[in-house]
């Protein structure tokens, strides 16, 4: 199915659907701010997060703050009634300072240092995530009484960043840590999964279910109901090439709901973080050099691998954004293959290779990056002693 494309006016060419229509090229190289900088939609934040429940019914929206910790995110997911959920106490005191309160929000981190799990429990918070009995003993006795849930381990080939092998507990000990936690004096509340991040087969959610409801009925014979399934985060967002429409999660993830639970707990809740942010930022670098090296064409830009683009590195060049300049081009003039840089003296710091951009490109133009808002600005550093991208919201 060919991709929809909106025309970019004076710029004779056409942009992806996807890219935010508030933050057009025209607009964004007459931002009066210094590159690097991050814009950011709101209005797209807000859409996607109604798209989401839409969706998803009666499912709880947990928004996974490491994906983008920006205040402004935050407070916005909140004015329009979200859940959290956090990896660190740094992540829970960003909702604290935007008047989140603790008791809504989820611990999702498996493996949480003993001050952390103490002072969140002070400020809050009551639900922990754990997978082994190492944990357990930690949130026992640093937040008596909490409710907890284990994190399965489930299968997240299909996914573009699995995560399986750092956490999860095998299905045959989930039992018996769940168990353990009653003996612990904890609530044995839920179970989780992650079935990886950028996962585009809406079928691995019901194979993980499958999981859970086989968990749910071992612990009910063993007079534990669970009060919380929560499918956490994975689901994609558009980058170059095409994912699932959110509704073919949504019919997955339901079906499977009522299909291979042996009943429906009280609170269901997933972990988004990329699907609702990702396609709402465009990351804007400035070129500061152009060279040509061994036959290929090479463009150095103020913002790289350590300022913002570590997923590139993650998936050894393979990460596809969608990629626009500030150039004016005619449709006659010709592109050229592109390897693209970052500015820092480590030649890791190499984002995207063979990418089509205008052959007259130079220095002091734009290059700006779609679908930016995931993974970006918190990973982002002054390495090298370049800083990282200004947050700009509109």
């Known amino acids: ?7 970019v006016t004076g710029y004779g060419s056409e942009l992806p659907a996807h890219w935010p229509a508030g933050l057009l ?7 009066a701010v210094e590159t690097p900088f991050l814009a950011c939609d709101l209005g797209i934040v807000q859409d996607r997060l109604a798209a989401l429940r839409a969706a998803l019914p009666g499912v709880g929206v947990h928004y996974a703050v490491k994906c983008n910790p920006s205040p402004e995110i935050v407070a916005t997911l909140a004015t329009a009634g979200a859940g959290f959920e956090v990896a660190s106490l740094g992540e829970l005191r960003i909702l604290l300072d935007v008047g989140v ?61 699995p995560l399986g092998r750092k956490f999860g507990a095998e299905a045959h000990a989930a039992r018996e840590l769940m168990l353990l936690a009653r003996v612990l004096g904890l609530e044995p509340y839920g179970v989780t999964f992650h079935v990886g991040s950028q996962c585009t087969a809406p079928a691995a959610w019901r194979s993980a279910l499958a999981g859970a409801g086989t968990l749910m009925r071992r612990l009910r014979a063993d007079g534990v109901s669970l009060r919380m399934v929560d499918v956490g985060g994975g689901l994609p967002a558009r980058y170059v090439d095409p994912v699932p429409p959110i509704e073919d999660y949504g019919r997955v993830i339901t079906t ?18 990329r699907y609702l942010v990702a396609e709402s930022g465009v990351l804007v670098g400035s ?7 061994a036959g290929e064409e090479w463009v150095y830009l103020d913002v790289g691998v350590y300022h913002g683009l570590m997923e590139t590195q993650q998936m050894h060049s393979d990460w596809d954004y969608p990629l626009w300049t500030s150039r004016r081009r005619h449709a006659e003039e010709p592109r050229l293959p592109f390897t693209v840089a ?26 700006m990056i779609g679908s930016a808002g995931a993974y970006t600005l918190s990973y982002a550093s002054g390495f090298n002693g370049f800083p990282p991208p200004t947050p700009v919201f509109v």
């Open 1 to 7: 199915m060919p991709t929809a494309s909106r025309t």
């Open 25 to 31: 090229p025209p607009r964004l190289a007459g931002l």
């Open 101 to 161: 309160p603790g008791d809504g929000v989820l611990y999702s981190n498996p493996v949480k240092p003993v001050r952390h799990i103490r002072d969140a429990a002070a400020a809050g918070v009551w639900r922990f995530a754990f997978d082994s009995e190492n944990e357990l003993r930690k949130i026992a006795a640093n937040a008596p009484g909490a409710a907890v849930y284990v994190r399965l381990r489930v299968d997240d080939s299909l996914s573009r960043f």
């Open 256 to 273: 499977a709901l009522d299909d291979v639970l042996p009943y429906r707990p009280e609170t269901v809740v997933a972990e988004p973080g």
């Open 287 to 293: 070129v500061i050099g152009r060279e040509e090296r």
């Open 342 to 367: 970052g500015p820092t003296c480590d030649s890791a710091d190499t984002m995207f290779v063979a990418t089509p951009l205008p052959a007259a490109l130079g220095v002091e133009d734009l290059v």
